[in-house]
């Protein structure tokens, strides 16, 4: 029996592509395949599962530290400057004259509340009984519950570093997922920092631009 031209009973392994299909369609060459199979074995092999204690909503800051292991006096080196990130706050915020809107008033307190919170979190994961909340400072006014936080965020890093320095001393050793924890925590609490110092730097440059102009 003779098959219609335009509709073949079967196709021969040598026969062309059909016409009007593209190229696109083909496999990757041999080579090409293996090097693609190599690199998504490369990309399952660099994830690596999430530190113990870590939340799903910290995994992403822990990824990017997992790009250095962590070791006692990087850690230290971290506190470090989170405690110098206080202290410069500090200066800004005794500023003479300096007015805050109440919205950032507000947002300095949610901040600094959150980077004491994630402090705390680093003496706990030590083991380390974390200092009790100092009293509310009445007498710098409006700023009170900020300047209570930023004194609270000293104590606990304090205690961290003291923690750690000992352990240093002693030849201690912690666990690799607690120490990360920890450095995630300190990072964390960095940034809240970083980001209550710089709203503050802003409200003294704008301060300094009214006095230079009333002169």
Request: proline share 9%; no cysteine.
């Given at each position: 029996?003779?098959?219609?031209?335009?509709?073949?009973?079967?196709?021969s392994?040598?026969?062309?592509?059909?016409?009007?299909?593209?190229?696109?369609?083909?496999?990757?060459?041999?080579?090409?395949?293996?090097?693609?199979?190599?690199?998504s074995?490369?990309?399952?092999?660099?994830?690596?599962?999430?530190p113990?204690?870590?939340s799903?909503?910290e995994?992403?800051?822990a990824?990017?530290?997992?790009?250095?292991?962590?070791?006692?006096?990087?850690?230290?080196?971290?506190?470090g400057v989170?405690?110098?990130?206080?202290?410069?706050?500090?200066?800004?915020?005794?500023?003479?004259?300096?007015q805050?809107?109440n919205?950032?008033?507000s947002l300095?307190?949610s901040?600094?509340?959150s980077?004491?919170?994630?402090?705390?979190?680093?003496?706990?994961t030590?083991?380390?009984?974390?200092?009790?909340?100092?009293?509310?400072?009445?007498?710098k006014?409006?700023?009170?519950?900020v300047?209570s936080y930023?004194?609270?965020?000293?104590?606990?890093l304090s205690?961290a570093?003291?923690?750690?320095q000992?352990l240093?001393?002693?030849?201690?050793?912690?666990?690799?997922?607690?120490l990360?924890?920890?450095?995630?925590?300190?990072?964390?609490a960095?940034?809240?920092?970083?980001?209550?110092?710089?709203?503050?730097?802003?409200?003294?440059?704008?301060?300094?631009?009214?006095?230079?102009t009333?002169?």
């Amino acid at each position: 029996m003779t098959s219609s031209p335009d509709k073949p009973d079967r196709i021969s392994p040598g026969e062309p592509l059909i016409q009007g299909r593209p190229e696109s369609a083909k496999l990757p060459a041999q080579s090409e395949f293996e090097s693609l199979m190599q690199e998504s074995e490369g990309l399952q092999k660099s994830i690596t599962a999430p530190p113990p204690g870590i939340s799903p909503a910290e995994v992403p800051q822990a990824a990017n530290l997992t790009q250095a292991q962590p070791t006692v006096d990087s850690v230290l080196a971290q506190i470090g400057v989170a405690q110098d990130g206080i202290g410069s706050l500090q200066t800004k915020l005794n500023t003479k004259n300096l007015q805050l809107t109440n919205s950032q008033k507000s947002l300095l307190r949610s901040k600094l509340s959150s980077s004491a919170t994630h402090l705390r979190a680093v003496n706990e994961t030590l083991g380390v009984e974390p200092p009790p909340a100092p009293p509310l400072q009445t007498e710098k006014g409006p700023l009170a519950k900020v300047f209570s936080y930023l004194t609270d965020g000293e104590a606990q890093l304090s205690a961290a570093q003291d923690s750690l320095q000992k352990l240093g001393e002693k030849g201690g050793f912690i666990n690799p997922g607690q120490l990360l924890l920890i450095q995630t925590k300190v990072n964390q609490a960095q940034q809240e920092i970083d980001y209550s110092s710089l709203l503050v730097s802003k409200a003294v440059t704008a301060l300094t631009q009214l006095l230079n102009t009333q002169l």
